[in-house]
């Protein structure tokens, strides 16, 4: 299957490391990094129903004139073959139009503020409009590039959990990494998490591709999460609930992305992409 | 257990499922009386600090004051708001046009801001191009609320262009006009009824918070055959004035984005200069309305001479006011300039034939305003019903029909595209729904790959090649590499047939050396009108699509031109309701 991930490429040592994580989940998955070296601060993304513009952190119009020999140096380092992007549609002549038919999109922790703020708990705002508008998953690194070997999938039984689970079998298939899945136990118990995925006939391939299924009973969600693999890609869905059910009862997302510095592959409430 | 009310989409409530028109009906009135507030709010501010200002404007320093007010709405939009500067109407135009009506919440209020800044200040634009931005992004993000599709949210968008003229102007008809022939581009049905609603619920809540008043006072005139025939002269003559506003808007917005100062220095420098000719001519400055009112009252004094100085001296300010990067609309102008190019008009005629018993010079501003508005948008319609009902009659009607339709022929003529569609048409971003290019706009490669083909090998031998015809139904076969899998070409029934009539040849020949290297190929990422245009170039009815070197489908005519038709019933669906 041809999949591309969209890049938005910074030139500075932070955004290296930021393309080395989106070559290697490319390397991995088998999809085409597309790079967009920005020339202007500010871009649109349109969405099914919503529009995102993002303003970009100064740094990422950093040094123009190495911006694009740097990438290249980093794409033949694993063999990948360069493919950038240049906008066609521009809203006004200053603010490109990013198309939004990607199969991923690689995004530090945020785009829009200094990058001095990022670190665990932070997640930038138009990092999360970006996850709750767009159909494909988005990849949130981490600040220093760390290879993934394992899967680590968060299961809480919601349509955006399942559509996470999907997702990890397929990355699993694809990539032969062995996957783990993560439930913190609410109101439920493990047979009724069983018969989600039993209801959605993925049973077989669970059990075909699953190395462990980590089923949380007792203890705090954040002292659990110690469990998950250092090296783990996490792979999670975000805002399926409420506004107010989030404020009241808190976000899983929130509390992952606060607590484990892995990278996560983020699956939004509208996510389509190769379900 | 679900909650049998979703209050995160209305759309999918019984209520509104039995007919969606009803939704749209209430969210028009919703998006009407937002975008009417947001109006009266822009105009009383504007009166406020003119009348502010005003004792001001007979100092020396006066003419720095559209400059500060123009770096301060430059600063305003670029750095507070982060929005790509423009005039408002075409950004909700390429909106509707490309991306179903999306526009941003920012979008809803900080080309009020901006505009205040410039207008205020004594820049020479008009609040009507921020208020119809402000009120189609009240629309569209009306529409993101209560979760409505493209089609619906399109609508919306109309019905906060229609609610914003119709408040600013008291004109409801203007309104709805001005959202289905401008921004809209179609006359649908579906559509009149929201646009209308909104036009109704703008313009009452204009009368609710300032009043049942109307722009400009009715008169009576005494309109004879002489009138009319000189009325096409009139629009001659103002058509003439809009092709001179357009070029020059365009003109000064060219040079200023080839000097490489920050926004707000140019859009100052513009300002300064708007400030000094309003130091001499101060009827420029600002809107211009109040000018316009001693005109239609006759009281307006200065002689032919300092008229015609006035249309030009309009046309500059306003091409600086826009052109360097002050924020607001060419609505405004546009009324003043065609008004003092009907005083002006009036006036060489009756100069020049003064026994003749000419209609008061009220009727010729009058016109003149419509000859400009229909010229330089090339909607007639906007303009004689924006014209009769800020008047409050239809007196004038026959005289209005001639100079409008005179004046959009001509200005067509000149300038294919109208002032708002023209960055548009030249970008080839101006998709009308149900146009070819909109349909195609709105196709992709991706969406129309066959992927019912046999890919065979390169190292295949024939006689296995042939056991693979057999099976298949079509006549074609992406060749792949057996070690790498990346394509190598074709293979088309038709140049092979005499081969496969050749047992002899079964075992002898390879895939290989059959195919055909030469291919032409499309990526997934290409446009489709490109695509097409390659088919049609080289007479293809069958392109592989290919993406690193891997074979994903085929692209074919007739599944385009399958999915075309689709997407037009889609496109054109409403029309027929």
Redesign the interface.
């Known amino acids: 299957m041809?999949s591309q991930l969209f890049h938005i490429f910074r030139n500075t040592p932070l955004g290296r490391e930021t393309f080395l994580q989106s070559l290697y989940f490319c390397k991995q998955v088998q999809a085409?990094p597309v790079v967009y070296i920005p020339e202007f601060?500010?871009f649109?993304m349109?969405?099914d129903?919503?529009?995102v513009?993002v303003?970009l952190d100064d740094s990422y119009l950093t040094d123009p004139a190495t911006a694009e020999a740097h990438t290249r140096e980093l794409l033949d380092s694993y063999n990948l073959?360069p493919k950038y992007f240049a906008p066609?549609?521009?809203?006004?002549?200053?603010?490109p139009?990013i198309p939004t038919?990607f199969d991923f999109m690689c995004c530090p922790r945020s785009i829009s503020d200094l990058s001095s703020k990022i670190g665990l708990g932070y997640l930038g705002p138009r990092v999360r409009r970006i996850v709750t508008s767009a159909r494909f998953p988005v990849l949130v690194t981490s600040p220093v590039f760390k290879p993934w070997t394992r899967l680590a999938v968060f299961f809480g039984g919601s349509a955006n959990a399942l559509n996470a689970l999907k997702l990890g079998l397929r990355i699993a298939r694809q990539t032969g990494a062995p996957l783990d899945i993560f439930t913190q136990a609410e109101k439920h118990s493990r047979k009724d998490y069983e018969a989600i995925i039993r209801d959605h006939h993925l049973e077989e391939e669970l059990e075909r591709l699953q190395q462990r299924w980590i089923f949380f009973d007792k203890g705090a969600f954040e002292t659990n999460l110690y469990e998950v693999p250092h090296d783990a890609l996490v792979i999670l869905g975000a805002y399926g609930h409420?506004l107010i059910r989030n404020l009241v009862f808190g976000s899983k997302m929130e509390k992952i992305q606060s607590t484990i510095p892995n990278n996560l592959l983020i699956v939004g409430p509208h996510y389509t992409a190769g379900i | 257990m679900r909650s049998p009310i979703s209050w995160r989409s209305p759309a999918t409530w019984y209520f509104f499922r039995s007919d969606d028109r009803l939704l749209l009906i209430v969210a028009g009135a919703i998006v009407g009386i937002c975008s009417g507030m947001a109006a009266v709010a822009l105009s009383q501010a504007l009166i406020a600090v003119l009348g502010w200002l005003h004792p001001y404007r007979t100092y020396g320093w006066a003419f720095l004051l559209p400059a500060v007010g123009a770096a301060l709405s430059s600063l305003f939009l670029n750095k507070i708001m982060r929005e790509g500067a423009g005039h408002g109407v075409p950004e909700v135009i390429y909106s509707v046009s490309r991306y179903g009506g999306l526009l941003r919440f920012r979008s809803s209020f900080s080309r009020l801001i901006s505009s205040f800044l410039t207008i205020g200040s004594g820049g020479s634009a008009g609040p009507e191009a921020p208020i119809v931005m402000s009120g189609a992004a009240i629309g569209s993000n009306v529409a993101r609320l209560f979760g409505l599709n493209d089609r619906q949210r399109v609508t919306l968008v109309g019905c906060g262009a229609a609610g914003a003229i119709s408040a600013i102007f008291n004109a409801p008809i203007a309104g709805l006009i001005f959202a289905m022939e401008v921004i809209l581009g179609e006359w649908a049905a579906a559509n009149l009824i929201p646009i209308a609603i909104a036009a109704v619920a703008g313009t009452e809540i204009s009368h609710f918070l300032q009043g049942k008043q109307i722009p400009f006072s009715h008169h009576q005139f005494d309109i004879g055959s002489i009138d009319l025939l000189a009325c096409i002269g009139l629009a001659v003559f103002t058509a003439l004035a809009s092709i001179m506003l357009t070029r020059a808007i365009r003109m000064i917005h060219h040079k200023s984005d080839e000097i490489s100062l920050p926004a707000w220095v140019k859009a100052a420098c513009g300002g300064c200069a708007v400030g000094l000719i309003g130091l001499y001519l101060p009827m420029v400055l600002g809107e211009g309305y109040h000018a316009i009112r001693e005109m239609m009252e006759g009281q307006f004094a200065p002689g032919i001479g300092l008229v015609c100085l006035a249309v030009l001296a309009k046309i500059i300010a306003t091409s600086l006011t826009l052109g360097s990067g002050g924020s607001g609309g060419i609505f405004a102008p546009c009324l003043v300039i065609g008004s003092f190019a009907g005083l002006a008009y009036h006036r060489v005629l009756v100069y020049l034939w003064p026994g003749v018993e000419w209609v008061q010079e009220g009727c010729f501003v009058l016109l003149g305003m419509a000859g400009l508005v229909s010229g330089i948008l090339q909607a007639p319609l906007t303009g004689i019903f924006l014209i009769v009902e800020i008047t409050g009659g239809y007196d004038v009607i026959l005289p209005l029909l001639i100079v409008s339709s005179v004046s959009t022929s001509l200005c067509h003529y000149f300038e294919p595209a109208s002032f708002y569609f023209k960055d548009l048409v030249e970008k080839g971003q101006l998709l009308r729904p149900g146009t070819d290019a909109r349909v195609l706009a709105d196709l992709e490669v991706r969406e129309l790959l066959e992927t019912d083909c046999i890919t065979v090998h390169t190292d295949m031998l024939l006689r296995n090649f042939v056991d693979i015809v057999k099976q298949s139904r079509r006549n074609l076969f992406p060749v792949e590499d057996d070690q790498t899998g990346h394509f190598k070409g074709m293979i088309y029934m038709d140049d092979i047939r005499p081969y496969l009539f050749d047992p002899l040849m079964y075992d002898t020949v390879l895939v290989g050396q059959l195919m055909n290297a030469r291919v032409e190929t499309v990526s997934p990422d290409d446009d489709v009108v490109e695509v097409l245009e390659r088919m049609d170039a080289d007479r293809l009815f069958n392109m592989p699509v290919v993406a690193n070197h891997q074979f994903l489908g085929m692209l074919s005519k007739s599944t385009l031109l399958d999915q075309y038709r689709k997407e037009l019933m889609v496109q054109t669906y409403h029309l027929n309701r």
């Open positions: 041809y085409t601060i500010k649109l349109y969405f129903n919503d529009v513009q303003d073959k066609k549609n521009y809203t006004a002549s200053t603010l139009d038919n409420g």
